[in-house]
Structure formats: C-alpha cells, structure tokens
C-alpha cells in the first residue's frame, strides 16, 4: 500500500502551529486575543447574572441573550485556553480524540448561536407584526421548547463530524495549520477519499447558517413592511429601535460567518489572514454581544451603574 511511507495510521496526536507566517510574532498577537476572551467572559457573566436577577428583563427577548451569553461563553472557553496556550507557551500538541472533541464543541456552539439568533428574530417579528398575540405565542413553554430544538440541531448536525472524521485511518501529516480544530483543517490532512466529510461538512453549514439566515432575512422584511406602514414617524422609530441591537449582532455574526467558510473552501487568500479572521469571527462576536445589549437596553445599563458605580462612589 502506498501509504505506509508518507502517512500516519490512525494518528493519536496532532500539531497545532497557530497562525502560519506569524509565529514569530504569535506571542504578541495573544494579548488583544486574551482581551477580547476576557471582554467576552466578564460580559456574558454579567449578562447572566443581570437577566435571571431583574425581573423588568424576564421576557422572551432577553431569556434568548441569555440563552446566546451561556453559547458565547462556550465558544470562548472551547477555543481561547489552547489558543493562548500555543501563541505564549509553545503547547502545540493535542490528542486527536481532545481535537476532534474540541471541533465538535466549537461547531455545535456556532450552530446554536445561529438557531438562537433565529430565535431572537422571530420574537421581533411577532413583537412587531402581532403585538396582541406576543405573550400567547411566546410563553415560558415555547421559549424553553425553542431553546432545547436548538441545541438538539446542532449537537446531532455537528455530532455526525467528528464520527465521519473517526472512520479515517490514513492521514499524510498530523500538522494541522490553525490555532483550533477546525472541521476542514483536520479533513485536509487525511490521505483517503473524504468526499463524504467535505460533503457532510457543507450540508451542515446550509442545514444550520444558510436556512437560519434566510429566515431571518424574511423575518426582517417582514418587519420593515409592518414598521414602514405605521403612520407615526416616532412609532416607526421606537419600532425600529427595538430591532437594532439584534441587527447588529447578526449583521456580524454572518457576514464573518460567511466569509470565513467560503474563503476556507473556496477562496485564494493567505492562511495566516483567514486563520486570523476565523479567529477574530468566532470571538468577536461574543465580545460585541454584551456590549451592543448594554449599550441599547436601559435595564442593563442601570444595574451596571448601580452595582459598579454608585457602590463605589457610596464607600
């Protein structure tokens, strides 16, 4: 067989090399990526500390942040402890089983932040377009039911990567070139036929990005037919109002979403930029999150200034 020379059979370490290119430099390049954790850890617990404890925020919206901020906090936690550990101590060595647990973490986190930013829209939708019925439709029982189909999706869709990549013994390098496991990275190293994993691989982006998006860009159309019908310029405006924090996080979440996937299958530019820009799309986004929300929602500014600032100033 002429794999036994150039190959690895059934390999139980792989190589994480970070950012190829900018190795010497990775140990710089951690900092901002540890702030950016931090920024993300501390707003997510605080986010999840302030919904369950102000009662002015249990409502279907804000049980959905707090559902995206426990997501959030995965992904950082999946990702940022190995990452950091290869860009400051050197720690590129990983057991296939630990990266293959880690992809599928990653994944299924992307997945369901995608579902509940779904999820998010379709409270507007019915906020705006059937105000009357937003409580009836959107009870306890829903938002739960929601939240469990959610994570059901995505831990079976992403479930089935790590399986498929399981079954492949031959790999011609267990040198992976990224600072995570990630599905196509790892897919790229095997030296048999993955034509079944490539294929899987782009199902599950489309079964979970590409039909949450499309539903979500109906959900807004028809927001702004319903907000543009509405006779009163300030309606409008507190209308619309109540839809930009929500904007804003999924113009970010998918259009970094997006690009990072194609750019990895089809597109021609450096590996060190797209492993920088995968990078910076899956922990961004959790950092921005707690920000854009306190930053548009009264409730949570006002328990941040009166926990953090007038506690401080009264001592």
């Not at 990775?26 to 102000?54: D, H, K, M, R, Y």
């Not at 469990?148 to 790999?171: D, E, H, N, S, Y």
């Not at 109002?241 to 804003?248: E, K, S, W």
Request: glycine letters at 4%; one cysteine or more.
């Amino acid at each position: 067989m002429g794999y036994t020379n150039l190959s690895y059979l059934n390999p139980r370490t792989v190589i994480l090399i970070g950012i190829p290119g900018l190795e010497h430099v990775q140990f710089w390049i951690g900092f901002p990526f540890f702030v950016v954790c931090l920024v993300a850890l501390l707003g997510n617990l605080l986010l999840l500390i302030i919904i369950p404890s102000e009662r002015s925020l249990h409502q279907p919206m804000y049980i959905f942040l707090a559902a995206l901020a426990a997501t959030d906090l995965g992904l950082c936690l999946a990702i940022a402890p190995k990452m950091l550990a290869i860009f400051w101590f050197g720690s590129c060595s990983m057991a296939f089983d630990a990266c293959l647990a880690q992809l599928f973490f990653i994944h299924a986190l992307q997945g369901m932040e995608s579902g509940i930013l779904l999820a998010m829209a379709f409270d507007r939708y019915v906020a705006i377009c059937d105000p009357l019925r937003h409580t009836s439709i959107l009870t306890p029982l829903f938002l739960l039911r929601a939240v469990l189909m959610v994570a059901v999706r995505a831990t079976v869709l992403v479930g089935i990567l790590p399986v498929l990549l399981k079954r492949l013994q031959w790999f011609h390098s267990v040198v992976i070139v990224h600072s995570y496991c990630e599905h196509m990275a790892v897919v790229k190293l095997a030296a048999e036929d993955v034509h079944i994993n490539k294929s899987y691989g782009l199902f599950v982006a489309f079964a979970i990005l590409g039909f949450d998006m499309i539903f979500v860009f109906i959900s807004y159309i028809l927001i702004f037919r319903a907000v543009f019908r509405l006779s009163q310029k300030e309606a409008r405006i507190r209308a619309f109002n109540t839809c930009t924090a929500h904007i804003v996080v999924f113009l970010e979440f998918y259009i970094l979403a997006f690009f990072s996937f194609f750019s990895h299958r089809f597109g021609h530019v450096s590996p060190y930029v797209h492993i920088l820009l995968s990078t910076v799309y899956l922990l961004l986004p959790p950092a921005l999150n707690p920000i854009v929300y306190g930053v548009k929602t009264k409730e949570i500014r006002r328990w941040v200034v009166q926990t953090f600032f007038v506690k401080t100033n009264t001592q």
